[in-house]
């Protein structure tokens, strides 16, 4: 059974930094791409950031671009997300979730496995 279980979350004040971590394990991690999403109190999930099978820069919602970035070290099967310069609006539970197909991230083949999240809360 595929299992994705993330860390790191935590209450920051704004400004501040996190790094949340997604330790994968039962599946071939290095062959997928994976995602962050998170969901906000009282809203919907909001795709977040991926990242190809092989690494690389990665991909961003507008709303994080300069501040998150993304990661992941496939010699230990897991994934990073970096937050930084943190605003009140990206409190959130956060989730890693692997993607259904093998390859590059495609928005289109959608995300099949997720973890139980990792709750970031921004508040002074």
């Known amino acids: 059974e595929v299992r994705l279980v993330e860390s790191g979350g935590g209450l920051v004040q704004p400004g501040g930094s996190l790094r949340l971590s997604c330790a994968a394990s039962e599946f071939s991690f290095s062959s997928y791409a994976m995602s962050w999403v998170r969901q906000a109190p009282g809203k919907g999930l909001e795709w977040v950031s991926a990242?190809?099978?092989?690494?690389?820069?990665?991909y961003y919602t507008d709303s994080v671009k300069g501040r998150f970035g993304i990661s992941r070290d496939n010699a230990k099967n897991t994934l990073y997300l970096q937050l930084t310069s943190l605003k009140t609006e990206d409190t959130a539970m956060y989730y890693c979730?692997?993607?259904?197909?093998?390859?590059?991230?495609?928005?289109?083949?959608?995300?099949?496995?997720w973890g139980k999240g990792t709750q970031v809360t921004i508040s002074s």
């Open positions: 979730a692997k993607q259904t197909n093998t390859g590059a991230w495609l928005p289109d083949y959608g995300m099949d496995y």
């Open positions: 990242i190809n099978p092989g690494g690389g820069n990665g």
